[in-house]
């Protein structure tokens, strides 16, 4: 999949108020600060068309990137982020859920986890609330560079393990580093065989 044009649409609220589902799209979503926005900008190849942060948080709305002018991507805000009030965390909750449960040209999503940490709880109870609901997805292992390739593998093991618990079939798994443009070839590629 070759990247030929990505311009940003619109920041929405709500998912009613987001651009006429005729395209179809692909969303990223996980923890505040796991690289959401960054893995689009590495992946599009465009620095700073979605904005990034240090700091957790930086992602608040729906953001719709139009890609090669035929398919949306979506910059979620991300979940579990202690820094804001618990009422806005509840709104950010509100507002990603109904998008994944009515936007109905959504017909994928990245959940991005840390490579570097333990699977955490909020992230399984979200890949499970997304099995449940029958919601296709990929996991996405991120900041790669941070660890070494045997960490990594390690990484994907724990991960693994921890679905089987609970899944008979696991999702795939990519590893990803935004920063040193590492693993995003199978992504687009993936993405590629996706839309067609
Ligand atoms: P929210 O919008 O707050 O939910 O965060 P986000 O998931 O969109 O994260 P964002 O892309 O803003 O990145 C958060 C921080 O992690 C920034 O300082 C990025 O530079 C850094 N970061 C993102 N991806 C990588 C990566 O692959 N490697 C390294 N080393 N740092 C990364
Ligand atoms: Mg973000």
């Known amino acids: 999949m070759v990247i030929q044009s990505a311009e940003f649409v619109i920041s929405s609220t709500d998912y009613r108020k987001a651009p006429p589902p005729k395209e ?10 796991v690289g959401k926005s960054s893995l689009i900008n590495s992946l599009v190849n465009r620095k700073g068309l979605a904005k990034t942060s240090t700091k957790p ?18 910059d979620l ?4 982020y202690a820094g804001v009030s618990r009422s806005s965390r509840y709104q950010w909750g509100k507002m990603i859920e109904a998008y994944l449960l009515h936007r109905e040209n959504l017909f994928f999503s990245f959940v991005l986890v840390d490579a570097r940490h333990e699977p955490q709880r909020s992230d399984l109870d979200f890949i499970n609330w997304l099995g449940e609901k029958q919601l296709p ?34 999702p795939i798994i990519f590893v990803t ?9 199978p992504i687009l590629d993936f993405i590629g065989k996706a839309i067609q």
């Open 24 to 33: 179809r799209e692909l969303a990223f979503i996980g923890r505040s600060n």
């Open 137 to 170: 997805m990929a996991i996405v292992l991120t900041k790669i560079d941070k660890i070494s390739k045997v960490q990594v593998g390690k990484s994907m093991q724990r991960f693994e393990e921890k679905l089987s618990e609970r899944w008979e079939e696991l």
């Open 77 to 80: 805000p991300g979940y579990g």
């Open 57 to 74: 948080g930086k992602t608040q709305t729906i953001n719709h990137f139009l890609i090669n002018k035929s398919w949306f991507l979506v």
């Open 177 to 185: 580093s935004a920063e040193k443009k590492q693993g995003l070839e």
